[in-house]
C-alpha cells in the first residue's frame, strides 16, 4: 500500500477511535461437520434416501422376525399361487413364499451391494492414492492395470471369475469388487493430485512430516470424501449388477433367495404371471434409487457449490 | 437362459410334455401321404443348428434340414418303427456280419448325379474319415474298417464294397443283426461328387442332396434357412412349396416362436412352461395341440463305483424317497408324466410299464428302510449336479428337499455349465449323482442300453478319466452278456426279448434312476396344413404335409 | 499432439494385451473341455475325435502357446476358429457387430436429444417446475437397472400394447425397444450433468461479460454458454458409446438383439471360448479407441488442455 | 439478461423518509451524464430476502470519475449491474429506483433497446478478467465479436479492429497473439483485454469493477494509468468500484462511501481523506497502515460488515460505530449535504451521519 497521504494533510486530529460499546456479534462456531449436516438434512431427496437404506438394512437385520414364512421350504401343493390369502406376494414354482423370500433377498443385497463395494473401496483407494502420490512410473503402472480392468466390461469380467470360482455370494462380491476398483482409483489419484499441490501438503512437508504421515493424516481424509459419496451411489449400482448376474444365470446360487433370481424366475412368467417379477424388480428399484439419492444428498452437502 | 443348446434331446432342455400313450391330437387322417392341395410356405423358428451337412448333423435342429435334403436306405417312423426309404431290399448273414441292401434304381441327386452304390460308399467315407473329426462318425463304428479310417491309416472303410452299381455290401467287425435300424441316421446318407471331403464350406452351408427339399440359397448363421420343393424327387414328392426358417437366439428361442405362432407369423412353435396351460386350453380344442410321447428319458444317473450311491439299496431309497408325481404337478404344471422304465414308452414292442417299482409311488417309510440297509446314514451328503441355464433349477431343488425331508441326508446341488458337467462325471473320483437325459439316434433299444448301461460303454483311459457314456459306471457281466446275445439274434422278436430282460437286470441294479418321459408339445397349423404330425426328430413331417 | 496420440496407441495395445491376457488365463484355468462333448448334449465325444479337435484348435499346446498364436494371428486381425461350427470368429462376429453398432448409434443418438435437451431446459428454467421434475424423473430413470427397464418394456409395448413384435429381427421396428431401454438410464445421466455444467457455466463470470458486452441473448447462449457448457457432455456421450459398443448383454438378450452381447452370453453357456475371447477383444478395444478419441476432442474443444 | 421488473412504489422499508438527495452538477452544468435516483436491489432466494442495495444515489458526469468505495457486501457491484443491466433475475431484482442515463431512465427501456446501449454507450471492466473472458475463444474473438455483432462487420476487419484495439491498449506483438486463448495471457494482458474490449465502441460511461485487485502491485498502477489516460481521451465517465483507498486516491475526482446497501458518504477525493464525514469512512482511513505510524497497534474497525439479510435499524453501521447513541440505533440518518462550522455549504459533500458535525470537525 503506497504511502497514503499525498504529502499535503496533518495525519487525522484524534488517536485510534475508543473502542465503542456494543456487544460484539457473536459468531456461532460452526463446525464444519454440523455445517454439512444442515445441508444435508435440508435436502429432502436426501433424507428420502437415507430412510429408504435405513429400512432396507433393518428389514436386512430383522429378516428372520419379518418374514412370514421360511424363504426355502417348498410346498408343492401350492405352486404359482397369486398373491393374497396365505402369501400376501404370491408364491413361486416351488412353492415357496415370495413375500419370505423378497425380505431375505435384502440381506444378500445389502451383504453383497456393500462388502463388494468395500473391496473395491480398498484396492481402488489404495492403489489410487499411491499412484497419486508417487506418480512417474508407479501412476502410470497403476494407470494402465487400471485401464485393462476400467475397459473390461463388467459383467463379462464377473461372469469369468464366476465360471472359475463357482457361484456363490463370495465369488460375486469378489467378481464385482476387482472390477469396478478402477473407477475409485481413478477418482482418488485425480483427488490426490489435486490435494498434493495444495499448501497445507507443503507446509506438512516443510515441518519435516514423513511420507507416509502426509499421506494418512493430510492426504487421504481431503480425498476420501468424494469417494466416500461416489462409493455411496455405486453400492445401488453394485446390487444392481448383481442382480443383473443373476439374472445371467450366474449369480448367487439360485435357490438363494435373491431378488436377482426370483426376476429371472419371474421372467418366463411374463404376461401370464406377473407378480412373479413385478415384486422384486420393485425391491431393486427402490434400494438402488435410496443409494442414489443419499449419494446425490451426501454430494450436495459436501460440495454446496454443486446445488 | 433356457435350451442352453440346441439339441433336441440336449440335457433337459425345459421344453416339456405331457405323456399322452398314444400319439396324441391334430386331426389325424389317417397319414396318407397324397391327399390334399400341392403348394403353400411353411414356416417355424428353429436355434441355430450345429451343422446341416449329413457328416455332422446330430441334433433337431440340424436333422430337421438333412431329413428333407437327403433320403436315406430307411427312415424312422414317430412310433420307433423304420420303413424302407431307398433300400428295394435287405439281406443279412447267418453270422450277422455282412449286410447286403439294394439300391431303388433311376433316382437322382438335385443337381442330376444318379443315387448309386458308390454315392452311399462316398457319403459314409467322407464321414468317418480322421480329418472330419464328425461328432456322429461313431454310429458306424460297427463297420470293418472304420478303426483305420478314424485313425487316419486309411481314407475308405474296407468293409464296404459295391458287387454292382445298385448294391451295397457292408461288411462288419462284429455280429448287429440291428445295423439296418443304424442307417435311419442321416449321418447315413449318400452324396453326390460334388460334395468333396467334410471340410467342403461350400457344401456345409448349402448341402445337394436327394431328399424331398432342396436348399434355396445357403444358410445365413443365426438368421434363416430356406428349403423349396425337389421337383425331380426319385420317391413321392413334397406338396409344400417353400420352408421358410428362422433361426432365433437360444437365450429365448422358445420364447420366440410361442410369440411367433400367437402372432400368426409360425405354423410351428415350442411354448415355454409358464405358458403351457394357458396354450392347451387355448389351442387343444381347435386341433393345434401336438402331444407327443418320444423316445427320450429324463434320469438321475447315480455314481455306482464310489460314494454314497455305491450300494443299490441306497440308490433305491433315493428313488423313493423322490414324489415324481408332486414335481410333475407341482413345478411342471401337470405336463410331465412319471417314468417307471429305462426305455421310452415310444418303443412299443419293449415298453414294460411300471417295471421300476421304486419309481411308481413315493414310499417314505421303505425308503428309510432301504436306506438303513443300504449304509445311507442320516447326515451323509449326497451331491446332485445339473447343467446352468436349462431350466432344471427349480425341480432339482424339489428333489433336493424331497431327499433330504424323506432320509435326513444332506443334499448339496450345485449348477455348472456344461464342460464343467461332463468332466465331473468323467472323472475319476466322482460321486453322488447327476441330472442326465438320453434321446434315441435310431429306434432300437440297443441304442439306450449298450452305451449307457453297457461295461464296454465305460471306456476309462489311462489315469481313470470315463470318456465314454457310462458314466455311471455300472458293469455287470449278466446285463453284458444279455445283449451282446441280443446283437447275436438275427429275429426281432427274439431280440426284444432279450433288451427286456435286459433292462430288468438294469432296473434291479438301479443303474439309473427314472424321473420323467421326454414328451414333445408343439403347436401346429393344422387350421391351414393337413396331416401335420410330429417325426421321430421331434420335426414337423414337411415331407407329407399340404394345403388344406 | 502426434507423440501423443502415438503414444496413447502403446497404451491401447497394452490394455487389449492385458484383457485378453487376462481372459485367456482365466479360460484356460476353467475346468472341463470346451469340445468335451457333443454340442450341448450329455453325449460325450469320442477320445479320438476330442483329441483330433484339440489339434485342429490348438487346444493341446500349452497356455502360452496358444496365447502367442493367438496375439499374432490377432496382428492382422484373425480372431481364431470358434469350436461349434468352427466358422472364422470374425465372419461370425461381422454381422453381429454391424447390430451392436446399430443399436449403440440409436441409443447415443436418444442421449443426445432427450438428455441435452432436458438438461438445458432445466437448468436455463432453474427452480421452476420444469427444473424440479426434471431433477426427480431423471433421478428416478437412473434408479431403474435395465433389466427391470427391459421387461417393463417388454411387457408394456410388445405383450399388453403389441406396437412391437417381438420377432422383429434387425428391421427398423425391431431397433425401437432395445435403444430406448439402453438409452433411458444413459439419457438420465446426460441430462443432470447438462444440468449441472450449465448451472456452473450460467454462474461464470465471462456469461455476464458477454451480456454487458451487449450480445443478443440467442448469441450469448450459443456461443458462450452451449459452447463451455458441452464439453463434459461430449466426453461422457464419447464413454458411454464405447461400452455400448461393447454389446448391452442384457439388453440384447431380453430383446433378442443379435448384437456381440448375445453372442458373448451364448459362447459362455457353450463354453465357446474364441467368441468370449473374440467379443472381449472387440470390446476392449473399441473401448479405449474411443477413450482416445474422446481425449482429442477434449483437447480440440478446450484450448485449456496441452497433451502432453 | 431478462427484462428486471421494477416496482414503482414500494410500501416502506425502514426507511423514514424518501430524501431525494441534492444531484450536484456536472463539470459543465449539463444533466449528469449517468444518475442513480434511490435505487433498491434485493435477492429473494427460497424464503429469505437479501436487501443489497438500499437507496443508493449517485451520478457521474463525462470525463468525471467517480469513486465507490466500500467493503465487500457493502452492495458497490451490485449497483454496477443494475445500472449494466446483468442483474441475475431471478433472484435479482429491482425493487424501487430509477437510473437515469442521458436523461433517460434506462429501466424503462425495453430490453431490446437496453441491449443495444451496453457495450455501445456504456461497458464493463471486471475484476477478474481469466474468469471473465470466455476460456474457449480467443481473444481476438472475443473483441472482435463487439464489431461484428454491433456494426456488422466481416470477420477479417473485425480481426484488424481487433489487432487494433490490443496495439491500443500497448499489448506487444498484438497481431500474432491476437489468436491466442485467454489463458495464454499474463493478469496484467488480460485486464488490458477487458479495457480494450470496453472501449472497442468508445462509450460514454465505463463501470470497472475492482479493474485491479487481481493484479499485483506494479501492474495495476500500470493499469490504472492506462485506464485514466484513455478516459481523458475519449472523456468518457468512469465509475470506479474498488475497496483500496490507494487506488482511489491518485484516479478518482470524487467519492462515494457504501455501506451495507447505501451511501453514507460522498466527496471530492481530497476534501474525503482531509476531513471525513463519517464515522465509518473515518474508520477507513484509519485503517491504513502509515509509514509515520511505525510501531503502534495498527488500527481496524472492529465487527463485520452486517448481515444483508437482517441489517440492523437505525444507521446500519451504529454496532460498529464507536460515536453510535440511541438516535443511530432508531433513526436512519438521511444523506444531508456537510457544511462549515459556520454553515457555508461544502460543493459536493454529504454524509448520513447524525453525528456528521462531530466527526468532521470534531
Same mark, same amino acid.
Given at each position: 500500500?503506497?504511502?497514503l ?14 473502542a ?24 429432502k ?5 437415507l ?23 417348498q ?25 419370505s ?19 473395491a ?5 489404495t ?23 476400467f475397459a473390461?466390461?463388467?459383467? =463379462?469380467? *464377473? ?6 470360482? @463357482?457361484? /456363490? &455370494?463370495? +465369488?460375486? #462380491? ?15 489419484r ?32 481431503n ?7 461416489y462409493g455411496?451411489?455405486?453400492?445401488g449400482?453394485? =446390487?444392481? *449388477? ?6 445371467? @444365470?450366474? /449369480? &448367487?446360487? +439360485?435357490? #438363494?433367495?435373491e431378488?436377482g ?9 411374463m ?10 424388480s ?6 438402488a ?19 | ?9 440336449v ?28 403348394g ?20 433337431s ?26 433300400a428295394?431290399s ?8 455282412t ?6 434304381k433311376?433316382?437322382?441327386f ?6 448309386d452304390a458308390e454315392?452311399f ?11 472330419a ?5 461313431y ?7 472304420f478303426?483305420?479310417?478314424?485313425s487316419?491309416?486309411?481314407?475308405t472303410?474296407s ?47 448349402a ?39 428362422d433361426i432365433l ?18 405354423d ?25 410321447d ?11 463305483d464310489?460314494?454314497p ?87 432339482v ?30 472323472k475319476p ?15 432300437t ?12 460303454s ?22 453284458d452278456?444279455l ?28 443303474a ?9 408339445l ?7 396344413y ?19 | ?14 490394455v ?46 500349452p ?5 502367442g ?15 461349434t461350427?468352427?466358422?472364422p ?13 446399430k ?19 432445466a ?44 420377432i ?12 430406448f431401454?439402453?438409452?433411458i438410464?444413459d439419457?438420465a ?11 456452473e ?17 440467442r ?21 458411454s458409446?464405447?461400452g455400448?459398443?461393447?454389446g ?7 430383446f433378442?438383439?443379435?448384437g ?27 473401448f ?8 482429442l ?5 478446450d484450448?485449456?488442455?496441452r497433451?502432453? | 439478461?431478462?427484462r428486471?421488473?421494477v ?14 438527495a ?15 435516483r ?14 443489497a ?36 433475475s ?72 481487433a ?13 500474432q ?15 488490458r ?40 481521451e475519449y472523456?468518457?465517465?468512469?465509475i ?13 475526482d470524487?467519492i462515494?462511501?457504501?455501506?451495507a ?10 476534501e ?86 462531530e466527526?468532521?470537525?470534531?
Open positions: 500500500m503506497t504511502e497521504v499525498s504529502g499535503t494533510g496533518e495525519p487525522t486530529a484524534a488517536g485510534p477511535v475508543p465503542a460499546p456494543g456487544a460484539e456479534p457473536s459468531v456461532a462456531r460452526v463446525s464444519q461437520w454440523t455445517d454439512i449436516r444442515h445441508r444435508f438434512f435440508a435436502n431427496l436426501a433424507v428420502v434416501g430412510a429408504i437404506i435405513t429400512v432396507l438394512i433393518l428389514v436386512a437385520i430383522f429378516a428372520p422376525l419379518l418374514a412370514p414364512h421360511d424363504p426355502l421350504k410346498d408343492l401343493t401350492q405352486t404359482l399361487q397369486s398373491p393374497g390369502g396365505a402369501h400376501w406376494l404370491g408364491t413361486d414354482a416351488l412353492g415357496r413364499d415370495q413375500l423370500r423378497l425380505i431375505y433377498g435384502s440381506r444378500i443385497a445389502v451383504i453383497v451391494g456393500m462388502a463388494s463395494i468395500l473391496v473401496l480398498v484396492i481402488g483407494v492403489l489410487g492414492a499411491l499412484a497419486g502420490y508417487y506418480g512417474r512410473w508407479v501412476d502410470t503402472v497403476i494407470m494402465r492395470v487400471a485401464d485393462v480392468f473390461f466390461p463388467l459383467l =463379462i469380467g *464377473a461372469i469369468v471369475i464366476i465360471l472359475l470360482m @463357482g457361484r /456363490g &455370494v463370495l +465369488p460375486v #462380491v469378489l467378481s464385482l469388487g476387482i472390477f469396478t476398483w478402477a473407477t475409485f482409483a481413478r477418482l482418488l485425480s483427488q490426490v493430485l489435486s490435494v498434493r499441490e495444495m499448501d497445507f501438503v507443503h507446509a506438512a512437508k516443510a515441518l519435516g512430516a514423513g511420507q507416509g504421515r502426509i499421506i494418512r493424516k493430510h492426504i487421504l481424509p480425498s476420501l470424501t468424494s469417494v466416500l459419496v455411496t451411489s455405486n453400492v449400482i453394485a =446390487i444392481v *449388477a448383481e442382480a443383473s448376474l443373476s439374472y445371467l @444365470g450366474v /449369480g &448367487v446360487d +439360485p435357490e #438363494v433367495a431378488w433370481n426370483m426376476i429371472s424366475a419371474g421372467r418366463n412368467f404376461g401370464v404371471k406377473d407378480f412373479m417379477w413385478t415384486y422384486p420393485l425391491a431393486i428399484v427402490i434400494t434409487l435410496g443409494f442414489i439419492l443419499l449419494g446425490n444428498g451426501l454430494r450436495d452437502a459436501l460440495d454446496p457449490k454443486m446445488r | 437362459m433356457r435350451g442352453a443348446s440346441s439339441a433336441k434331446w440335457a433337459g432342455a425345459i421344453v416339456i410334455a405331457l405323456a399322452a400313450t398314444a400319439c396324441g391330437g391334430g386331426d389325424d387322417d389317417g397319414g396318407s401321404k397324397g391327399s390334399g392341395k400341392a403353400g410356405t411353411f414356416r417355424m423358428g428353429i436355434t441355430e443348428p450345429v451343422a446341416i451337412d449329413p457328416y455332422n448333423a446330430q441334433e435342429e440340424g436333422t430337421l434340414v438333412t431329413d428333407n435334403l437327403f433320403t436315406g436306405l430307411y427312415e424312422p417312423t414317430a412310433d420307433g418303427k423304420v420303413d424302407a426309404a431307398l428295394t435287405k439281406k443279412v448273414s447267418k453270422d450277422g456280419k449286410w447286403t441292401f439294394t439300391i431303388k433311376g433316382t437322382k438335385s443337381n442330376g448325379e444318379a443315387v454315392s460308399i462316398r457319403g459314409w467315407n467322407r464321414v468317418a474319415v480322421k480329418t473329426a464328425s461328432d456322429v462318425a454310429h458306424m463304428a460297427g463297420i470293418a474298417g478303426a483305420d479310417a478314424q487316419g491309416k486309411a481314407t472303410m468293409g464296404l464294397s459295391a458287387p454292382d452299381p445298385y448294391t451295397l455290401q457292408v461288411k462288419l467287425s462284429a455280429p448287429d443283426f440291428e445295423f439296418y435300424i443304424k442307417t435311419t441316421h442321416t449321418v447315413f446318407s449318400p452324396v453326390p461328387k460334388v460334395a468333396g471331403d467334410a471340410k467342403n464350406k461350400a457344401y456345409n452351408e448341402p445337394i442332396g436327394n431328399g424331398p427339399f432342396k436348399m434355396q440359397g445357403k444358410w445365413e448363421h443365426n438368421k434363416s434357412i430356406t428349403l423349396v420343393r425337389n421337383d425331380d424327387y426319385g420317391l413321392t414328392k413334397a406338396h409344400l412349396d417353400k420352408v421358410q426358417i437366439n437360444s437365450a429365448n428361442g422358445v420364447t420366440l416362436e410361442y410369440q411367433g405362432f400367437e402372432s400368426g407369423q409360425y410351428w412353435a415350442r411354448m415355454p412352461t409358464p405358458q403351457l396351460p394357458a396354450a392347451k386350453a387355448k389351442y387343444d380344442p381347435q386341433g393345434e395341440w401336438i402331444q407327443q418320444m423316445s427320450g428319458m429324463n434320469y438321475l444317473m447315480p455314481i455306482t464310489n460314494g450311491l455305491k450300494n443299490v439299496k441306497a440308490r433305491e431309497a433315493v428313488s423313493y424317497a423322490i414324489d415324481r408325481d408332486a414335481i410333475i404337478k407341482g413345478v411342471f404344471q401337470g405336463m410331465y408324466t412319471k417314468s417307471t422304465t429305462i426305455l421310452p414308452p415310444s418303443f412299443t414292442d419293449v415298453y414294460q410299464k411300471d417295471l421300476c417299482t421304486s419309481c411308481i409311488k413315493q414310499d417314505k417309510a421303505k425308503a428309510k428302510q432301504l436306506a438303513a440297509e443300504g449304509g445311507l446314514k442320516p447326515g451323509t451328503t449326497i451331491e446332485i449336479a445339473y447343467n446352468t441355464g436349462a431350466g432344471h433349477e427349480e425341480w431343488q424339489a428333489v433336493k428337499q424331497q431327499v433330504e425331508d424323506v432320509l435326513g441326508v444332506k443334499v448339496k446341488s450345485t449348477g455348472k455349465p456344461f464342460a464343467e458337467l461332463l468332466a465331473d462325471q468323467q473320483g466322482a460321486t453322488g449323482m447327476y441330472r442326465f437325459a438320453w434321446g434315441a439316434d435310431y429306434p433299444p440297443d441304442n439306450f442300453l449298450y452305451p449307457l448301461l453297457d461295461t464296454a465305460i471306456n476309462k483311459d489311462a489315469n481313470g478319466k470315463v470318456t465314454g457314456d457310462n458314466r455311471a459306471r455300472y458293469s455287470n457281466k449278466k446285463f452278456d445283449l451282446s446275445q441280443a446283437r447275436g439274434t438275427e429275429d426281432q422278436a427274439g431280440r426284444n426279448a432279450i433288451y427286456k430282460q435286459a433292462e430288468k437286470v438294469a432296473l434291479d441294479d438301479m439309473l434312476i427314472p424321473l420323467w418321459n421326454r414328451t414333445q408343439r403347436l401346429a397349423n393344422t387350421k391351414k393337413a396331416g401335420l404330425k410330429m417325426d421321430f426328430h421331434e420335426d414337423p413331417n414337411l415331407a407329407e404335409i399340404s394345403m388344406k | 499432439m502426434g507423440r501423443y496420440v502415438v503414444r496413447r496407441l502403446g497404451q491401447l495395445v497394452v487389449v494385451l492385458g484383457a485378453t491376457m487376462i481372459l485367456f488365463a482365466c479360460l484356460f484355468v476353467l475346468p472341463g473341455d470346451p469340445v468335451g462333448q457333443i454340442a450341448g448334449s450329455d453325449k460325450a465325444r469320442d477320445p479320438a475325435v476330442i483329441e483330433q479337435l484339440h489339434k485342429q484348435y490348438g487346444l493341446d499346446k497356455l502360452v502357446v496358444q496365447y498364436t493367438y496375439v499374432g494371428k490377432l496382428v492382422t486381425g484373425d480372431l481364431g476358429t470358434d469350436y461350427q468352427s466358422r470368429v470374425t465372419e461370425i462376429l461381422g454381422p453381429k457387430l454391424e447390430n451392436t453398432a443399436l449403440a448409434v440409436a441409443a447415443i443418438i436418444i442421449d443426445i436429444v432427450i438428455g441435452i435437451s432436458v438438461g438445458v431446459l437448468a436455463m428454467r432453474r427452480y421452476s417446475i420444469w427444473d424440479v421434475s426434471a431433477t426427480f424423473i431423471t433421478t428416478l430413470a437412473i434408479g431403474v437397472p435395465s433389466i427391470v427397464l427391459g421387461m417393463i418394456m417388454q411387457r408394456v409395448f410388445v405383450i399388453e400394447l403389441d406396437w412391437f413384435p417381438l422383429a429381427g434387425d428391421s427398423f421396428e425391431g431397433i425401437i425397444l432395445p435403444a431401454t439402453l438409452a438410464i439419457a445421466l446426460v441430462a443432470q450433468l447438462a444440468r449441472s455444467t450449465m448451472l457455466v450460467l454462474r461464470a463470470d465471462y456469461v455476464k461479460t458477454a451480456v454487458a458486452k451487449g450480445l443478443p441473448r448469441t450469448v447462449l450459443t456461443r458462450h454458454i452451449l459452447r463451455n457448457s458441452v464439453i463434459p457432455v461430449i466426453t461422457y456421450l464419447g464413454i458409446f464405447g455400448l459398443l461393447g448391452a448383454i442384457i439388453t440384447e438378450t431380453i433378442n438383439w443379435n456381440i452381447g448375445l453372442a458373448l452370453i451364448q459362447a459362455i453357456q457353450q463354453n465357446n471360448n474364441p467368441i468370449i475371447v473374440g467379443v472381449v477383444t472387440i470390446g476392449v478395444a473399441v479405449v479407441v474411443l477413450n482416445l478419441v474422446v481425449d476432442l477434449y483437447a480440440a474443444l484450448p485449456r488442455i497433451l502432453a | 439478461m431478462s428486471t421488473p416496482t414503482k412504489h414500494d410500501e416502506g422499508d425502514g426507511m423514514t423518509s424518501l430524501e431525494m441534492p444531484t450536484d452538477a456536472g463539470a459543465d452544468g449539463a444533466a449528469p451524464l449517468l444518475e442513480v434511490d435505487l433498491h436491489v434485493e435477492f429473494a432466494v427460497r424464503d429469505s430476502v437479501t436487501k442495495v438500499n437507496g443508493v444515489n449517485y451520478s457521474v458526469s463525462a470525463g468525471e470519475t467517480l469513486a465507490v468505495l466500500g467493503e465487500s457486501g457493502s452492495g458497490k457491484s451490485v449497483t454496477a449491474q443494475a445500472i449494466m443491466g446483468i442483474l441475475d431471478p433472484p435479482g431484482r429491482i425493487a424501487k429506483g430509477e437510473i437515469f442515463f442521458q436523461g433517460q431512465d434506462i429501466l424503462r427501456l425495453s430490453e431490446g433497446e437496453r441491449r443495444k446501449l451496453r457495450g455501445a454507450k456504456m461497458a464493463m471492466i471486471f475484476q477478474d478478467a481469466l474468469s471473465s473472458l470466455n476460456p474457449v475463444l480467443s481473444v481476438g474473438f472475443q473483441l472482435g465479436e463487439m464489431f461484428r455483432v454491433h456494426q456488422g462487420m466481416s470477420r477479417k476487419d473485425s480481426k484488424a479492429k489487432i487494433e484495439l490490443m496495439d491500443r491498449v500497448r499489448i506487444p506483438a498484438a497481431a497473439r491476437v489468436g491466442d486463448y485467454p489463458h495464454q495471457f499474463s493478469g496484467g494482458m488480460r485486464q483485454i477487458m479495457i480494450a474490449m470496453a472501449l472497442a465502441l468508445e462509450p460514454d460511461l465505463i463501470i470497472a469493477d475492482e479493474p485491479t485487485t487481481a493484479l499485483d502491485v506494479t501492474v495495476q498502477a500500470q493499469v490504472m494509468d492506462l485506464l485514466a489516460e484513455l478516459q481523458r472523456n468518457m465517465g468512469l470506479l468500484i474498488t475497496h483500496d483507498l490507494g487506488v482511489v486516491a491518485d484516479v478518482a470524487k462515494a462511501v457504501m455501506y446497501g447505501r451511501i453514507v458518504e460522498t466527496a471530492p477525493v481530497h474525503l481523506y482531509k476531513r471525513p464525514a463519517h464515522p465509518y469512512t473515518k474508520g477507513l482511513l484509519e485503517s491504513i497502515p502509515r509509514l509515520d505510524h511505525k510501531g503502534q497497534e495498527l488500527y481496524a474497525i472492529k465487527g463485520l460488515p452486517p448481515n444483508l439479510q437482517a441489517i440492523p435499524p437505525g444507521c446500519a453501521f451504529n454496532p460498529r460505530c464507536a460515536m453510535a447513541q440511541d438516535v443511530c440505533r432508531t433513526d436512519v440518518p438521511p444523506l444531508v449535504p456537510v457544511t462549515e462550522l459556520d454553515g457555508t455549504e461544502l460543493p459536493g459533500r454529504h454524509s448520513a451521519c447524525h453525528f456528521w458535525k466527526t468532521i470537525h470534531g
